[in-house]
């Protein structure tokens, strides 16, 4: 059975960090790019970062660059997102996701992310 699990959100103040994790299991996750999106009351789910399996390429929105880095550690099945500078409009339900098809590029679109966590809850105060 394949699991993604996504620990760390929460509440924080404005210019805070958080880190998200991300913990896969249930199948070989090392040749797939890894994701993160994130969805807002009333609004569409979005692109935030990805991370091919190799983890030589990574992506970022334009809203995120500068601020969200994302890693993974395929030794530890967990995939992450530090998020730094937070702002309110960061607020928002974050999904990790597994793309499982080998590739060295990354696709953002959400449709080709086959496996999804359950989501996690991050809420920016200002």
């Known amino acids: 059975q394949v699991q993604l699990v996504e620990s760390g959100g929460g509440l924080v103040q404005a210019g805070g960090s958080l880190r998200l994790s991300c913990a896969h299991s249930g199948r070989t996750f090392s040749s797939a790019t890894l994701g993160w999106f994130r969805q807002a009351p009333g609004k569409e789910r979005e692109f935030v970062a990805a991370?091919?399996?190799?983890?030589?390429?990574?992506n970022y929105s334009d809203s995120v660059k500068g601020r969200f880095t994302i890693s993974r550690d395929n030794a530890k099945n967990t995939v992450y997102l530090q998020m730094n500078s937070l702002k309110p409009e960061d607020t928002a339900v974050y999904y990790c996701?597994?793309?499982?098809?080998?590739?060295?590029?990354?696709?953002?679109?959400?449709?080709?992310?086959?496996?999804w966590g359950q989501g996690t809850q991050v809420t920016v105060s200002s």
């Open positions: 996701a597994a793309d499982m098809g080998r590739k060295t590029y990354i696709v953002t679109s959400f449709r080709v992310y086959e496996y």
């Open positions: 991370i091919t399996w190799s983890g030589d390429s990574t």
